[in-house]
């Protein structure tokens, strides 16, 4: 494959680059050969670990322009030119241009070898420093993603630090909405950070479905994240576990649905199980967080605000005591839609699901007021706070989506 090569090979030479490519691979070296720049461009990872060896005359791009479209996708590839001999301006030109470094023709192939292995051992370097940077950086801010400060949440934080690097499968308990697929995506990117994360529903797939997905999963996929493994049928269990057995480098990661005293690993067969369940993570309730609760409504309320365009909300002493009460069936999925609720200046109904209200409002008015507030809040959300998309989606005029906004209590301040 191309991006596994050590060099990127430009020369519009065929007899040039047949030659250049057998040398350099005979060094160890992995070469990918390109006739023009354009075909090499079109295959360029901006994070790709390797150098490009390009030759300034050719038909189409040259090497300076080759050089300019290389530095605008990656800025710190090594770019070494080729330059014919006697072409000195150029070679300075070249340097001057932002290049690595140059070789003339004809090639000495000790030296092109050494330049070559030099500049491909700088790039890589340079690539996994700035790798090792992104995990520290990372790692730093994992409360900014499994946010918490009791202790429960302290000690996953340490979970998911301490498994991250570690090649086993982990299996990952909750309830429903409590933030089991985050902390999937945090063991993926705490880890080695490198490769593709794929999601795998379980929840009504069929082993049709099973197996396509298994089949279509690339060489760069290293985690296979299944959720609401509990829930897959018992042919897809069968599919499932002779995957996993055969697997020496994909990392499993999966999730199972369920509260205190409920046993969801029941529904699983004793190998796939024992497959899956290497590690176990136990995601807690938001009921059992404690003032956790207010630290994330905190973090709900100002991406909601910045999302739909609305200021942040007053929170009164009397609502914080009805949130203390609360014991949050629906966890962070239901604390997320108070305080989008919230934000929306739309009244909240803890415990109550939408559809499901007994009580009903007082009277006609005041029931058609609630559904026009509702769906104006709904196509808000859809538009991202956006009130001429929202009008769109409504299909009125933006004037009178402002005075119905009004009309309902909704604030008009925000994205236009």
């Given at each position: 494959m191309k991006k596994d090569a050590d060099i990127y090979l430009?020369?519009?030479?065929?007899?040039?680059?047949?030659?250049?490519?057998?040398?350099?691979?005979?060094?160890?070296l992995r070469v990918a050969a390109f006739a023009s720049g354009q075909t090499m461009l079109d295959q360029l990872d901006p994070e790709w670990p390797g150098a490009i060896l390009c030759d300034v005359r050719m038909a189409g791009l040259d090497g300076f322009a080759v050089l300019k479209a290389v530095r605008d996708i990656a800025k710190d590839i090594p770019f070494i030119m080729i330059t014919g001999h006697g072409d000195i301006r150029l070679a300075i030109a070249s340097i001057k241009a932002g290049a690595y470094d140059f070789i003339e023709k004809p090639v000495q192939p000790d030296f092109l070898i050494s330049t070559m292995t030099r500049s491909v051992a700088a790039r890589k370097l340079l690539v996994e420093n700035r790798r090792l940077r992104r995990r520290v950086q990372t790692k730093s801010g994992l409360s900014g993603e499994l946010i918490g400060r009791s202790a429960t949440m302290r000690d996953i934080r340490s979970q998911v630090l301490r498994l991250a690097d570690l090649p086993m499968s982990v299996c990952i308990f909750g309830e429903t909405g409590t933030g089991k697929s985050v902390v999937a995506r945090a063991l993926h990117d705490y880890g080695t950070g490198d490769g593709d994360f794929v999601t795998l529903g379980c929840a009504a797939t069929t082993p049709g479905d099973v197996r396509k997905a298994l089949a279509d999963l690339g060489s760069e996929t290293a985690t296979l994240f299944l959720r609401s493994l509990d829930r897959l049928d018992t042919a897809s269990q069968a599919i499932l576990a002779d995957f996993m057995k055969s697997q020496t480098t994909l990392r499993i990661i999966a999730?199972?649905?369920?509260?205190?005293?409920?046993?969801?690993?029941?529904?699983?067969?004793?190998?796939?199980?024992?497959?899956?369940?290497?590690?176990?993570?136990?995601?807690?309730?938001?009921?059992?967080?404690?003032?956790?609760?207010?630290?994330?409504?905190?973090?709900?309320?100002?991406?909601?605000?910045?999302?739909?365009?609305?200021?942040?909300?007053?929170?009164?002493?009397?609502?914080?005591?009805?949130?203390?009460?609360?014991?949050?069936?629906?966890?962070?999925r239901e604390l997320q839609n108070v305080a989008e609720r919230l934000v929306m200046r739309l009244p909240i109904e803890l415990g109550k699901r939408a559809g499901r209200d007994t009580t009903g409002p007082?009277?006609?008015?005041?029931?058609?007021q609630d559904f026009e507030r509702t769906l104006l809040a709904q196509s808000l959300r859809e538009a991202g706070g956006r009130k001429g998309d929202a009008a769109e989606l409504l299909s009125i005029p933006r004037k009178r989506l402002y005075l119905r906004m009004k009309a309902v209590g909704l604030s008009t301040s925000g994205q236009d």
């Open positions: 430009v020369d519009d030479d065929t007899d040039f680059r047949e030659a250049t490519c057998e040398l350099l691979e005979s060094s160890g999730s199972m649905t369920g509260g205190t005293g409920s046993r969801p690993e029941d529904n699983l067969s004793d190998e796939l199980y024992f497959l899956a369940n290497v590690a176990r993570i136990d995601v807690p309730p938001l009921r059992d967080r404690g003032r956790d609760v207010f630290v994330i409504l905190e973090v709900f309320l100002r991406e909601a605000s910045a999302r739909f365009g609305q200021p942040l909300p007053k929170i009164t002493k009397d609502l914080i005591k009805t949130l203390e009460r609360h014991a949050w069936p629906g966890n962070l007082s009277s006609y008015d005041e029931a058609m």
